[in-house]
């Protein structure tokens, strides 16, 4: 039974030893001059003397919102490809027309002027 492990324990042992290696390899041989700015925390591409009251526009969050939504949605489409022939002919239409929403969703959408990065 414990033979059964020993791949997943070796490989394991051996990503563990791997990343602790090449940590240490960086941290020893890597260049090291700090400065000021490197000193401060990134913040997404932000300058860091940015206020806590500042605001993302709306388009921001909407625009991640389609991405996230059209993302998952596509990722449904995966295993029915997978098992097609299993599925039969009432799959791939029930396909289709996801498809035919999903592009009509994204049409509305770009009409309505959402993708328009203001």
């Known amino acids: ?3 059964e492990y020993v791949p997943a324990l070796v490989f394991l042992f051996l990503g563990v030893t791997v990343g602790l290696v090449l940590t240490n390899l960086n941290s020893v041989l890597g260049p090291t001059k700090p ?3 490197k ?5 997404c591409g932000l300058p ?3 206020r806590k009251s500042f ?4 388009s921001f969050y909407l625009i991640a919102m389609l991405f996230i939504l059209f993302d998952i949605e596509v990722v449904f489409l995966y295993p ?6 299993a599925f039969g002919v009432f799959a791939l239409v029930e396909t289709i027309v996801f498809i035919v929403l999903l592009f009509l969703a994204f049409v509305f959408v770009w009409r309505r ?3 328009d990065w203001k």
Request: glycine share 8%; no cysteine; proline share 4%.
């Open 1 to 3: 039974m414990l033979k």
């Open 35 to 37: 400065n000021k700015v």
């Open 39 to 43: 000193a401060e925390p990134y913040e």
């Open 48 to 50: 860091s003397d940015v």
């Open 55 to 58: 605001r993302f526009g709306i």
């Open 80 to 85: 029915v490809a997978l098992q097609l022939d």
């Open 113 to 115: 002027g959402a993708l």
